[in-house]
């Protein structure tokens, strides 16, 4: 399994950008995907999953409602709408694979991780 995140960048606070990250290779399996973000010294932080066949979500209690996670079977890709953004959510994005089921928060539960997308919020 290949994943490969894009669409992050230099966002002024109170600006929006939307993620995508694309599953590719042996995906039959998959479960659910989710995205993290993990900003300089700081631990990798849970930010939402959904599940891959009835699109089931479940978000960090700190970030729902200004963000939403989304997906498209036919393109095998998620994303991550991400609203009134704040400096503190500049942030490396990482999306992730498991195929573990339930809505899983934490990264250990996670078998297959992209690259990382940069998301940077100016004041």
């Known amino acids: 399994v290949q994943l490969q995140a894009s669409g992050g960048g230099l966002v002024q606070a109170g600006g929006s950008l939307r993620l995508s990250c694309a599953a590719s290779?042996?995906?039959?399996?998959?479960?659910?995907m989710g995205w993290f973000r993990q900003a300089p010294g700081k631990e990798r932080e849970f930010v939402a999953t959904i599940i891959w066949s009835d699109a089931i979500t479940r978000y960090s209690n700190s970030l729902k409602g200004r963000f939403t996670i989304s997906r498209d079977n036919t393109k095998n890709t998620m994303y991550l709408r991400m609203n009134s953004l704040k400096p503190e959510d500049t942030a490396v994005y990482y999306c992730a694979l498991t195929t573990r089921p339930g809505l899983r928060v934490g990264p250990a539960d996670y078998a297959y991780w992209g690259q990382g997308t940069q998301v940077t919020v100016s004041s």
């Open positions: 290779g042996r995906t039959f399996s998959m479960y659910s």
